[in-house]
């Protein structure tokens, strides 16, 4: 069964860093980018990576404090993300797709104290 697991969310005050990492369980299977998803907001692209490694889209609200990079040979993605900002906290989920077929992870929370 195809799998995309998130970890290294968590809570960290406003100013903090914290890294999530993205694996995917197949390796055809080619991860495209981060999303997040605030209680009653819908689900939006934060950062979003071409399979070559290049950081194609980062959302106006994090451009300059997060950064999004992939090692394909483990077929992993990571965001990067510094100066955390109370308006940053969200369920974040990692997106890949493999053919027609598109996967999310689980979520993981991050939640920004101010």
């Known amino acids: 069964q195809v799998q995309l697991v998130e970890s290294g969310g968590g809570l960290v005050q406003a100013g903090g860093s914290l890294t999530l990492s993205c694996g995917a369980s197949?390796?055809?299977?080619?991860?495209l980018g981060w999303y997040r998803q605030a209680p009653g907001k819908q689900r939006d692209l934060v950062a979003s990576?071409?399979?070559?490694?290049?950081?194609?889209y980062y959302a106006e609200s994090v451009k300059g404090r997060f950064t999004i990079s992939r090692d394909n040979a483990k077929n992993t993605m990571t965001l990067q993300m510094n100066s955390l900002k109370p308006d940053d906290t969200a369920v974040y989920y990692c997106?890949?797709?493999?053919?027609?077929?598109?996967?999310w992870g689980q979520g993981t929370q991050v939640t920004v104290s101010s």
């Open positions: 990576i071409t399979r070559g490694g290049y950081a194609n």
């Open positions: 997106r890949g797709n493999s053919g027609s077929n598109s996967y």
């Open positions: 197949d390796f055809t299977i080619n991860l």
